[in-house]
T-cell receptor
Framework: DAKTTQPPSMDCAEGRAANLPCNHS???????VYWYRQIHSQGPQYIIH???NNETNEMASLIITEDRKSSTLILPHATLRDTAVYYC?????????????FGGGTRLMVKP | SAVISQKPSRDICQRGTSLTIQCQVD?????MFWYRQQPGQSLTLIAT?????????ESGFVIDKFPISRPNLTFSTLTVSNLSPEDSSIYLC?????????FGPGTRLTVT
């Protein structure tokens, strides 16, 4: 699986959009981009995933560049409960048996 | 979505003893995994728990130290053997169904 690079930490004001970047310049054509987050003392939680089109769900939006070498997770109106470590992961296949390999993630601090 | 529970949620064990962690999923799942999260670190995959056969271990993890069972499609155990203070970590069970991978709340192990 391709490696990802994320900033170690970011701050965001409550109510503003949080934009979390991820570089995955060695991504292969069959690798998906997944985002998970881990709130303190909990297990990681799935947020969203995509292959090449932008995706949106009730939690977030995922913007993938046309060359697929980077992506941005957008939390449109961050709340204090969004404070967590956010992991960007690339993995082969959508229904394949491959497990998730976690990098360092970005520690997002949402401030009042 | 699958709900994963783990027992115990935390334990304090003496050096040289063993701890067995139980993982129960509320539905049948194809894949189950065990991860370790050392203090302040990201998650590291220990092994894939295979139903009815030996687990598949990642580099650096061996069966003698981390024996794993998976008797059916909803249950798995991880034993951490011959404990040392370096084994103090959070151990997380994970299950995969379709494109989503779910995580348990983790078991916090402290070795004294």
């Amino acid at each position: 699986d391709a490696k990802t690079t994320q900033p170690p930490s970011m701050d965001c004001a409550e109510g503003r959009a949080a934009n979390l970047p991820c570089n995955h310049s060695t991504i292969s054509g069959n690798e998906y981009v997944y985002w998970y987050r881990q709130i303190h003392s909990q297990g990681p939680q799935y947020i969203i995933h995509g292959l090449k089109n932008n995706e949106t769900n009730e939690m977030a939006s995922l913007i993938i560049t046309e060359d697929r070498k980077s992506s941005t997770l957008i939390l449109p109106h961050a709340t204090l409960r969004d404070t967590a470590v956010y992991y960007c992961i690339v993995r082969v296949g959508s229904n394949a048996g491959n497990m998730l390999t976690f990098g360092g993630g970005t520690r997002l601090m949402v401030k009042p | 979505s699958a709900v994963i529970s783990q027992k115990p949620s935390r334990d304090i064990c003496q050096r040289g003893t063993s701890l067995t962690i139980q993982c129960q999923v509320d539905s049948q799942v194809t894949m189950m995994f065990w991860y370790r999260q050392q203090p302040g670190q990201s998650l590291t995959l220990i092994a894939t728990a295979n139903q009815g056969s030996e687990a598949t271990y990642e580099s650096g993890f061996v069966i003698d130290k981390f024996p794993i069972s998976r008797p059916n499609l909803t249950f798995s155990t991880l034993t951490v053997s011959n404990l040392s203070p370096e084994d103090s970590s959070i151990y997380l069970c994970s299950a995969r169904e379709s494109y989503e991978q779910y995580f348990g709340p983790g078991t916090r192990l402290t070795v004294t």
